[in-house]
């Protein structure tokens, strides 16, 4: 099993940045697939980015291409968003996830096992 703790939400003007963090336990994080989802507040939860085990592979929402960056460190059991030229519309709660098996599409919840309880980012104009 492993537990996951977001970290770095928060409020920041249009244009702004800032970098969430997703603390694992367990000695195992580097075996698990992780990715961001984002939930806007009264509308569904969707896919943002992931990362395979390694950290080689990822792959990106096509509204947060060129502007967000997802990677991890295994040895520091963290994974990372580093999100830049923030905008009104990527306000919302966004959580850190975990698949073991990648048993399903990577940018379907329900692919993933493990959730964090999410950090709030609110980007003003």
């Known amino acids: 099993q492993v537990q996951l703790v977001e970290s770095g939400g928060g409020l920041v003007q249009a244009g702004g940045s800032l970098r969430l963090s997703c603390a694992a336990s367990g000695r195992t994080f580097s075996a698990y697939h992780m990715a961001w989802f984002r939930q806007p507040l009264g509308k569904e939860r969707e896919f943002v980015a992931d990362i395979a085990w390694r950290g080689g592979s990822a792959n990106y929402a096509e509204f947060v291409k060129g502007r967000f960056t997802i990677s991890r460190d295994n040895a520091g059991n963290t994974l990372y968003l580093q999100m830049n030229s923030l905008q009104p519309e990527d306000t919302a709660v966004y959580f850190c996830?975990?698949?073991?098996?990648?048993?399903?599409?990577?940018?379907?919840?329900?692919?993933?096992?493990?959730w964090g309880q999410g950090t709030q980012v609110t980007v003003s104009s």
């Open positions: 996830a975990a698949s073991l098996n990648l048993r399903g599409s990577y940018y379907n919840t329900r692919t993933y096992d493990y």
